[in-house]
């Protein structure tokens, strides 16, 4: 299938312009200068939202087991306040053609989104870990509702793909569409801080422990998950989806890749904490036929080709706006 992060790099752009939920912007006058990461024609940007961005990039890495080193934080850092910066600029583009996403719309948004959760409770759990509630969380998808009608306006018509040229793209890149050994897991945290004393520590374990003592009881693993884990999975009950080799940390995926389907693993230490893993599926290594992959190299392709334009319309917002940075300060 195509790799994920070759994905990414193609549509980095697209990426950082719908960053995330909790990207908020604010008057020029509801924010002090040391509050502002950067002002879109008159638009304050704040660094907590900036920060936050960073962060979570930061601990996406850190799953895979990567550590940016200080360039390539920097790096980060300008990419996360050019998309920031470019999300706003088409924002404001799309008020100015009169664009509003409707409440059915955003309706369905919610709604979708609450379907992943087992309760109204457990909802209401993860938006406030993102800095949110649920009105924030509606005038996001407002935004972004907004800023893709706008996009889809402008550049979906110019984004048609056809057949000849998605057989080109598999038969040049047959890379893409190898499929590794995959695995499923679920898994319960409890997490541990790195700068965690001797005694927290013991008490995680002792937590994780008790929680072994349930699982070897019979005890439901998800059902267990949702009440003791630390990891946001909890909301599945612990379901990670499928992961290949490189994507988490190496004591768990050494861990997981060992395992028998059914398997509940040992206690398992890792820089987040300790875990416990089960182990609910696996998949051999293969490769995707074209007719499968159909659908995926479509889409990828007109993301692609709509990317560019998005790009170069977004460049164009830039020179006729009034932008300052503070990135530095």
């Known amino acids: 299938m195509i790799s994920k992060s070759k994905i990414f790099t193609a549509f980095l752009m697209l990426f950082f312009l719908t960053l995330s939920f909790a990207a908020v912007s604010h008057s020029k006058e509801e924010a002090t200068e040391k509050d502002v990461i950067a002002t879109v024609n008159g ?31 920097n790096e980060i850092k300008q990419r996360v306040l050019d998309g920031l910066i470019d999300r706003e600029l088409l924002y404001q583009e799309s008020q100015k053609e009169g664009i509003k996403a409707s409440k059915s719309e955003v309706d369905e948004r919610i709604n979708t989104l609450k379907q992943r959760f087992p309760s109204e409770e457990e909802f209401n759990k993860m938006i406030e870990k993102l800095g949110l509630n649920e009105a924030g969380l509606r005038s996001q998808f407002e935004k972004e509702l907004a800023i893709k009608a706008l996009l ?87 379901d990670l989806d499928f992961f290949q080799r490189g994507q988490m940390v190496g004591p768990f995926q050494d861990a997981a890749f060992a395992m028998k389907v059914g398997d509940v693993s040992d206690i398992v230490e890792t820089q987040f904490g300790y875990h416990l893993i089960k182990v609910t599926d696996k998949k051999p290594a293969g490769t995707v036929t074209f007719d499968e992959a159909k659908d995926k190299i479509k889409g990828y392709l007109e993301q692609q080709k709509m990317g560019e ?15 300052q940075e503070f990135l530095k300060n």
Not at 54 to 64: C, D, F, K, L, N
Not at 205 to 220: A, L, S
């Open 43 to 73: 638009t304050a940007i704040s660094r907590s939202d900036f920060e936050r961005e960073v962060g979570r990039y930061e601990q996406q890495m850190a799953m895979m087991g990567q550590t940016p080193n200080p360039e390539q934080l």
């Open 152 to 238: 889809d306006k402008k550049f979906a018509a110019k984004a048609t793909i056809t057949d000849q040229e998605m057989k080109k793209f598999y038969d040049e890149n047959p890379d893409y569409f190898k499929t590794p050994e995959r695995v499923r897991a679920s898994h319960i945290l409890v997490n541990v801080k790195p700068d965690a004393s001797e005694a927290d520590k013991a008490k995680a374990r002792q937590k994780i422990q008790d929680v072994q003592k349930k699982v070897k009881k019979g005890e439901d693993f998800a059902g267990l998950a949702k009440e003791y884990s630390d990891c946001p999975s909890s909301a599945k009950g612990g």
């Open 309 to 323: 334009e998005v790009k170069q319309y977004a460049a164009q917002l830039k020179k006729d706006a009034k932008i």
